[in-house]
Structure formats: structure tokens, C-alpha cells
């Protein structure tokens, strides 16, 4: 058993690495670098100057910046490939065909497959070997959100012929947003830019033979480009996303349009979004998501006085309509840059944080009509959002049809917890709006009793999915709601547990498909370790009577101890199964599995003898007995 000095002494260091992290009061994070962010931008830029050339200056200093830019770029894209000869999303993630040809295209675009002949061989015989553009389109399958854009950086790099990409209709654009849902467009709701730019771009190098087409699509040229000019945030990056606006910049660029307003937005957007070391992430930040994530893990020892960033998280609400989405009022994004767009996901979060800081800290109680009008906004957007299956979506109502649109177990179990903490001044809508949505965590719980999240992935596991994160999302919800007797989360506590690794940790699910990799993380620990909590007493005992729960704090007590517990791991999904890495996820995580652990062990009893930081009050008076058994 872990004695509840080491648990305290771990606990205490995790949260002083999470509250240092802290810029300007809040959490910005960090998100990993992307090589397929860092190829779409080298692609863009180098489309920018070819259609610039007699245009501009050759020795112009703009020239020079972006020169220097698609050098850097390059530069750390030759230092990632894998020994496979492709490249994976992050330098953590494994070789895949998508980003492999983004990387190729942007190569070939950038003048480099003559001076790097032995890279790009390589490179080739890794997308041959694994079926090239069939691939890519299998690997999508009716989704063309992100296989046409790929298609299309290819065909502008001259790989493959203009054939191969998808015509997208982009004159439904021009229709009211509100139709965009009764379409049944291709593309998600969040890539309407991408639909515009790229089905441009396919038009001007591909129009269609019949004529009846050709004539209404050249019509809708200016008015979806006014849409485009329309959806573009501040920032001039479409989702604070260097990927999709990258997309954008190119399909417009190749078209004669780089000096349009969209173009030199989207220029900006990607020159200012650099890192130090060449490469592109996939967004800027996920500045507000992360903050929730800290001020609820931090919750968990019940003192957040000198958290204060409760004026920051209130100013991140969306106050207005959202010219993206066309979301009402209410929601919070991601991030608080201009490109965020409120969610399903960040705004829950955002709820349980003001629960939390109104719970542990007296500064916001001193806000509390503020609160809970920012509250009652937030509350009434996700109603609102709630599909007719009883899920909830990520950004809109309705739209169903493709992966990324439709309900998540993830989403839904995060918005039931956000209106039950909140159900003391929520309408009686909500508490029907929760029923509906276990319901549908019933209804999508599979028969080994796991759920599978929306957002979240493991590149150990079959189909990439991560049933871990999904079912300890879910289990939060049954137990936040006092369901942890019910059938279903029996089911899922007793699956959780019996996907434990031999070395006390987890990974994302039952098995892996990389023998030698330690399928082991912090993330997915800390999150199956905090779920199975409530479920400790019940769960089968192993050797010298070590539960689940005991051998996973261990694991996780060790990861700190040495050090270990700051390694991230490539578990989010950024749209179309993009990976990605935050550098904030496994400490914030631990440090919530770790706090309530504390609770839970009632080890904070001890503290005053421990030596160590004292612990919240509000955990001291949840502890009714204690031992230190290390004392």
C-alpha cells in the first residue's frame, strides 16, 4: 500500500508543478509541434511566393521572412521523419499517410525533393507500401473534411492529378447558416472554410463539364468568399487552427486570390504562429480549456484562495452570436483568442471551474450573482445544444452525419455533470435534459461495458480509439449524479479495472498492437485511478490484497517520484483524427487522480505531522479518520 506520507509528498509536487504553471494568473499550456501542421504551412508559403513572383519585390523583406520561415520549416520536417521513412503527426506519434503526403507535397512545393532525393525516395516507397491516395480516402471513408484538403495540397505539389480530389459544393455557403445542418454537406460543421477555399481551388483547376454546374459555381465565387471574409476571426486563423487556415491560404493562393483580405489574414495568422524551432502546431493554444482543467483538479484539496483567475475564465464567455458556428450567446471555446468557438466540451468545463472557485475560494463568493448569471447563460447554450438522441454534439445541433458532428459519451457525460452541479438554479429543463443524456450513455455503452470518446484516441489501440479516457469520462458523470450503484457503471468500473496493465497503470484500452512501447501513461492512468475511486471497496483485491485503485496510485506516486509524471503522451484527437500532445495534460491529470485521492484515503488528517505543506482546510474537514502509516 502506498503510505500516505509518499501519497502527500507526491500530491504536493504534482500541484506545485501545476500552480507554477501558471502565466498571468491562468494556464495557456503548450500543444506538441506538428509535422502536419508544419508541412500545410511550408506548402501555404510556398504557394504564397509563386503567386507573388512579379508581384513583389524578390529582395522584399516579406520575401526574406517567409523564405526564412519555409527554411526552418523544412529544416525540422527532415529531423522528424521516422525510420520508416514517414512522418507521424507529432515526433511521438507513428508514421501515417496523411501527414507522410502533406510532408512530401510541401517538400516537392518548397523546391526540396531535388535537394533531398533520398528523403523523399523514402517517402514515397512508406505511402506506396501502404496504398497512397486509397489509403487516404479509406481512411476517411465518407468524411471528405480532411482527405479532399490533403488531395488538394497534393495536387497543387503536382503528385497526383486533379481528378483525385473531390469537388466540394461551395456555393451552399451562401446559403443562411442555419441551413447548413439539412445540406448534408461532406464536410464537418467546423470546416465550412475549408469547403469554400478548397471547392475554389478544385473549380479553377478542374471545373466541372456541365455547364449548368460551372455557371452557378461561378456565380457563388464572390458571395462564399464574402462568407469566408465573414467567418475569418481577428487572429486571421480560422479555429486558431494552422492547418485549417494553411488549407485556406493555399486553395486561394493557387487561385490568383493571395492578395485578397481572407489571403493576408490567413498570412499573418501563420507567420506569427511559429515556434522557435521551425515547426507549426496544430492550434495556438487551449488556453481556457486548460485553465478549467487545472482549477478542477486543484479543487480537489479544496483550497483555491490564490487562484485567481475567476475575471479571466467570465471574459472567455461568448457574449455574442458566433459568426463561425452561428452559436448563440453563452458557450466558451477553447481558447480566449479571437478563433476559438464555443464547444461542448470547454464550456462544461468552464461550469465546473465556477463551481469549484464559488466552492474554495471566498473572493468568488463575493461574485456570486455574477457567477451565476454567467452560469444560467452557459447552462441554457448547452440545452440548447443537446441533439434529439439525447447526446450532446461539439459545436452544433443536428448535424449528424459524420463522425465529428455527431454525439460523443464524453461530451455528454461532461455536460450532465456541468448541469447537476449546477441544478440548484438551473430550470426544471435541465433535469430532463440529464435523464435524456444517461439514456444515451445507456444506449452507447458497449457490451464489454466500456464507451468510447469522441475527442480522445490511442495509437496503441484498434482503430485508434481510447475506451479508457471514454469510460472514466463517463463514469465521472454516474458518480457526480449519485448513480454509481447502477448497473451500467458497475459494468464499466469492473471493464476499467480489468484493462489494468501489469505495471499498475493504464493505457487506452484492453490491448495494444506495438510490442516493446510501454503502453502505460499518466494521462489515462490518473484518469482510470480518479474514476475508479467510488468503486475501491468493491473492486476484486490482487496479490497482498492490492486493488486496481492501489496499484495505479502507485504507479502514479512512482511517476512523480521520478520524475516521469510531466511525459506526455499523443492522446488527443484535433479534428479527422489529427494527433496531438498538450504539455499540461499528465500533470494537471495526476494531480487531480492524486488530490482526490487524498480525500478519498483521508490522508490529509496527517498532515501537520508530515512536514509537509499543509493541505486545504476543506480536505481536513472532510476527513473524519486517519492514519499516517509511513509516519
Not at 393 to 403: A, M
Not at 605 to 627: C, F, I, K, M, Q
Request: hydrophobic share 40%; aromatic share 8%.
Amino acid at each position: 500500500m502506498v503510505d500516505n506520507r509518499r501519497l502527500l509528498t507526491a500530491y504536493a509536487t504534482a500541484r506545485d508543478r501545476l500552480r507554477n504553471e501558471r502565466i498571468e494568473g491562468h494556464w495557456v499550456g503548450e500543444l506538441s509541434a506538428s509535422a502536419l501542421s508544419t508541412a500545410t504551412a511550408v506548402s501555404a508559403l510556398a504557394l504564397v511566393d509563386r503567386a507573388l513572383d512579379g508581384k513583389e519585390p524578390v529582395a522584399s523583406e516579406s520575401r526574406r521572412v517567409r523564405a526564412s520561415l519555409r527554411r526552418r520549416g523544412v529544416d525540422w520536417l527532415l529531423q522528424h521523419q521516422n525510420p520508416d521513412g514517414g512522418w507521424g503527426d507529432t515526433d511521438r506519434s507513428y508514421s501515417n499517410v496523411s501527414t507522410s503526403m502533406l510532408v512530401l507535397a510541401a517538400l516537392h512545393l518548397d523546391g526540396d525533393a531535388q535537394r533531398h532525393p533520398d528523403v523523399c525516395a523514402c517517402a514515397r516507397g512508406y505511402l506506396d507500401e501502404r496504398g497512397g491516395v486509397s489509403s487516404i480516402r479509406a481512411r476517411y471513408g465518407k468524411d471528405k473534411t480532411f482527405a479532399v484538403p490533403i488531395l488538394t495540397n497534393a495536387a497543387l505539389a503536382g503528385l497526383v492529378p486533379w481528378r483525385e480530389v473531390s469537388a466540394l459544393p461551395f456555393e451552399a455557403a451562401c446559403l443562411p447558416q442555419s441551413f447548413y445542418r439539412f445540406l448534408r454537406l461532406p464536410v464537418v460543421s467546423y470546416a465550412i472554410p475549408a469547403l469554400v477555399a478548397i471547392g475554389q481551388a478544385k473549380y479553377h483547376h478542374d471545373p466541372p463539364w456541365d455547364p449548368l454546374r460551372r455557371v452557378m459555381r461561378r456565380a457563388a465565387i464572390e458571395p462564399s468568399l464574402r462568407v469566408l471574409a465573414r467567418m475569418q476571426p481577428h487572429s486571421g486563423g480560422y479555429l486558431e487552427a494552422v492547418p485549417l487556415t494553411s488549407f485556406v491560404l493555399m486553395s486561394l493562393a493557387s487561385t490568383g486570390r493571395v492578395e485578397h483580405e481572407v489571403s493576408c489574414g490567413a498570412l499573418r495568422f501563420i507567420e506569427a504562429s511559429v515556434r522557435p524551432d521551425g515547426s507549426w502546431p496544430i492550434d495556438t493554444n487551449l488556453a481556457t480549456w486548460n485553465t478549467s482543467l487545472a482549477i478542477n483538479a486543484l479543487a480537489a484539496d479544496g483550497d483555491l484562495e490564490d487562484v485567481n483567475c475567476l475575471d479571466w475564465l467570465l471574459s472567455c464567455q461568448h457574449r455574442i452570436r458566433h459568426p463561425f458556428t452561428g452559436a448563440e450567446p453563452g458557450g466558451w471555446g477553447w481558447s480566449d483568442l479571437s478563433g476559438a468557438v464555443p464547444d461542448a466540451d470547454d464550456t462544461p468545463g468552464a461550469l465546473l471551474a465556477l463551481a469549484s472557485l464559488l466552492r474554495g475560494s471566498v473572493a468568488a463568493q463575493a461574485s456570486r450573482a455574477e457567477i451565476q448569471s454567467a452560469v444560467l447563460s452557459g447552462a441554457r447554450w448547452l440545452l440548447n445544444l443537446q441533439n434529439s438522441d439525447g447526446g450532446w454534439p461539439t459545436f452544433c445541433r443536428g448535424w449528424g452525419k459524420l463522425p465529428f458532428d455527431r454525439s460523443g459519451a464524453d461530451l455528454t457525460a461532461h455536460a450532465i455533470r456541468a448541469l447537476h452541479a449546477w441544478r440548484d438554479i438551473l430550470p426544471v429543463a435541465a433535469s430532463a435534459a440529464i435523464e435524456r443524456g444517461f439514456r444515451y450513455l445507456g444506449r452507447q455503452q458497449r457490451e464489454d461495458g466500456s464507451w468510447v470518446p469522441l475527442w480522445f484516441g490511442n495509437q496503441d489501440v484498434p482503430a485508434e480509439e481510447n475506451p479508457v479516457y471514454g469510460t472514466a469520462k463517463v463514469l465521472k458523470a454516474f458518480c457526480d449524479c449519485d448513480r454509481r450503484h447502477d448497473a451500467s457503471a458497475r459494468r464499466a468500473a469492473a471493464w476499467l479495472a480489468g484493462v489494468q496493465n501489469s505495471d499498475g497503470g493504464w493505457g487506452g484500452g484492453a490491448a495494444g498492437s506495438s510490442p516493446g512501447r510501454p503502453r502505460s501513461s499518466v494521462e489515462e492512468t490518473s484518469l482510470a485511478v480518479e474514476s475508479l475511486l467510488p468503486f475501491d471497496e468493491t473492486l476484486p483485491r490482487g496479490p497482498f490484497d492490492k486493488g486496481p485503485v492501489e496499484r495505479g496510485l502507485e504507479w502514479l506516486v512512482e511517476s512523480v517520484e521520478s520524475g516521469r509524471f510531466a511525459d506526455s503522451t499523443p492522446i488527443g484527437f484535433y479534428f479527422a483524427k489529427l494527433w496531438y500532445y498538450e504539455r499540461l495534460y499528465p500533470v494537471v491529470f495526476a494531480v487531480s487522480a492524486l488530490g482526490h485521492a487524498v480525500r478519498y484515503r483521508g490522508a490529509a488528517a496527517s498532515r501537520s505531522d508530515s512536514g509537509l505543506e499543509p493541505v486545504a482546510h476543506a480536505v481536513a474537514n472532510a476527513v473524519t479518520h486517519a492514519t499516517d502509516d509511513g509516519a
